[in-house]
Structure formats: C-alpha cells, structure tokens
T-cell receptor, first 112, second 117 residues
Framework: KNEVEQSPQNLTAQEGEFITINCSYS?????LHWLQQHPGGGIVSLFM???GKKKHGRLIATINIQEKHSSLHITASHPRDSAVYIC??????????????FGKGTHLIIQP | GAGVSQTPSNKVTEKGKYVELRCDPI?????LYWYRQSLGQGPEFLIY????????DSGLPNDRFFAVRPEGSVSTLKIQRTERGDSAVYLC???????????????FGPGTRLTVL
C-alpha cells in the first residue's frame, strides 16, 4: 500500500516569491495527483501526471518516476494562491482507478 | 454540466444515532469514491465503487459503516451507532472509468460535515 510524504507542512511567503512543494511516495504508480483545498472549500484537482512536467498558468508540476518524487511549483505567487495543496497517489502499485492515498497537505499562505 | 453534489452539507447528530450521507456523482461517471477528512489531516479512503459494486471497501473503519450504490449512480454512506470519533468531513468523488491500470481525474464534491455530539 502506498504511503505519501509531503513537505513542507506549512509555508508562508511574500507575494511574488517562487514556491515549491514536494511529495514523495513509496510504491510505483500510474499517475500522481495535485489537489488544492481552500479553507472551508472543496477539493479541486490541479494536475494529474504520470511523467515529465505539466504547466497550467503559474502552476507547474513535475514528476520523477524513478525517484518516486514530485514537485509543485508556483511562480509569481499571489495571495489568492493561499490554500492547502495536497499530493495524492493510487493506494496500490499500478492502481489506476483505485482510491487515493493523500499526503497531509501543505498549508500555504502568501502575504501581500 | 453539474459537478459532484453531496447532501446534507452539514449534519449534527447525537452519539448512538444513525445517519445517511448522500452523493450524486457527475452523470456518466462509473467510479465513485468516499473519503473522510479529519481536521488538519489529508483525506482518508473509505470505499470505491465501480458501477453498482464495491470494488474496494478496505478503508471502512468498522462494521458500523456501510455504503450502497444500487443503480450505479447515487451513493449513500450509512453510519450506525455514531460515535464522537466519527466527526469529520465526508467527501465523495467520481471519475470516468478507464481500462485497468489507467488513471483518471477524480472530481470532488463539497463534502458533508458530520458532527457527533
């Protein structure tokens, strides 16, 4: 069964800074998910990636399958980026439609 | 189209009572998931349906928890003899089915906040 470690747990930065959140997992996967959760809000899927890199606006996600590691980057951070960012992977090796195992999340605060 | 919806949004009950939580997935999504999120923690898997059948119920904490999806669409999570430790946000997600080994994006509902007094 997969286990997920995410870091940092909390991150406070100034507006405009480049942000990096890291995620490591223990078992080979078909795809990794990055999710965003605003306080009191629902969970939104940001990325699902199985190799290389994906970019959406100021958000970039990378994954290294061999090292079982992924990073989420935010360029030119803005206060509206303040949220909890969660990494999630399938519970079982090679599991595609399986349920997800989640990291504990990174609580990001961007100060103006 | 409409996203995943969950009702009620909030449920307060007394210890020992029975509760039902409902999830309406995105139309056409055959996979449906229930997760539970405690304060300050990431979500934890409870159960996964593929169509009408529970493909994996290994996350249900004990036999007080049960979920059904009789027609392969709406699902109900049922909790008997609720305990204070059951208090959490219960999240539902759905995704389109792909062939074995293929992953797809999971779309999450807003959750039901359950409080057991």
């Amino acid at each position: 069964k997969n286990e997920v470690e995410q870091s940092p747990q909390n991150l406070t930065a100034q507006e405009g800074e480049f942000i990096t959140i890291n995620c490591s997992y223990s078992v080979g996967i078909s795809a990794l998910h990055w999710l965003q959760q605003h306080p009191g809000g629902g969970i939104v899927s940001l990325f699902m990636l199985s190799s290389g890199k994906k970019k959406h606006g100021r958000l970039i996600a990378t994954i290294n399958i061999q090292e079982k590691h992924s990073s989420l980057h935010i360029t030119a951070s803005h206060p509206r980026d303040s949220a909890v960012y969660i990494c999630a992977v399938p519970m079982y090796s090679g599991g595609g439609a399986d349920g997800l195992t989640f990291g504990k999340g990174t609580h990001l605060i961007i100060q103006p | 189209g409409a996203g995943v919806s969950q009702t009620p949004s909030n449920k307060v009950t007394e210890k020992g009572k029975y509760v039902e939580l409902r999830c309406d997935p995105i139309s056409g999504h055959t996979a449906l998931y229930w997760y539970r999120q405690s304060l300050g923690q990431g979500p934890e898997f409870l159960i996964y349906f593929q169509g009408t059948g529970a493909a994996d119920d290994s996350g249900l904490p004990n036999d007080r928890f049960f979920a059904v999806r009789p027609e392969g669409s709406v699902s109900t999570l049922k909790i008997q003899r609720t305990e204070r430790g059951d208090s959490a946000v219960y999240l539902c997600a759905s995704s389109a089915y792909r062939s074995a080994g293929g992953a797809d994006t999971q779309y999450f509902g807003p959750g039901t906040r359950l409080t057991v007094l």
